[in-house]
Nanobody
Framework: QVQLVESGGGLVQAGGSLRLSCAGS????????TGWFRQAPGEEREFVAA????????HYAGAVKGRFTISRNNDKNTVYLQMNSLKAEDTAVYYC?????????????????WGQGTQVTVSS
């Protein structure tokens, strides 16, 4: 299965920005769409954003639409999540996950395994 590593999390004040990265192994990364999910303590893991391998298609959860932007650079084997206008409710561990086929709709329950994620903490 494709292995991805998340990075870029940290502590920021409300209204600030962070850019997360999701790096994949070269060969295993090729051809896969990528989604970002997040999970706060005591909460269900929820979908955040997704992008097709080509970058032609993207989709966002309503809670982050207009504030977050997903992009990718396949030459660098990396998917990014630019997070602007951060709110306290964005605090969570963020995970990325690969998917062989593109879909607008992503569900955490569809993925049998996850990486360690990267912590994002937004202070108010």
């Amino acid at each position: 299965q494709v292995q991805l590593v998340e990075s870029g999390g940290g502590l920021v004040q409300a209204g600030g920005s962070l850019r997360l990265s999701c790096a994949g192994s070269g060969r295993s990364f090729t051809g896969y769409a990528t989604g970002w999910f997040r999970q706060a303590p005591g909460e269900e893991r929820e979908f955040v954003a997704a992008i097709s391998w080509s970058g032609d298609y993207t989709h966002y959860a309503g809670a982050v639409k207009g504030r977050f932007t997903i992009s990718r650079n396949n030459d660098k084997n990396t998917v990014y999540l630019q997070m602007n206008s951060l709110k306290a409710e964005d605090t969570a561990v963020y995970y990325c996950a690969p998917r062989a086929a593109w879909s607008r709709y992503w569900y955490a329950s569809d993925f049998p395994s996850w990486g360690q994620g990267t912590q994002v903490t937004v202070s108010s």
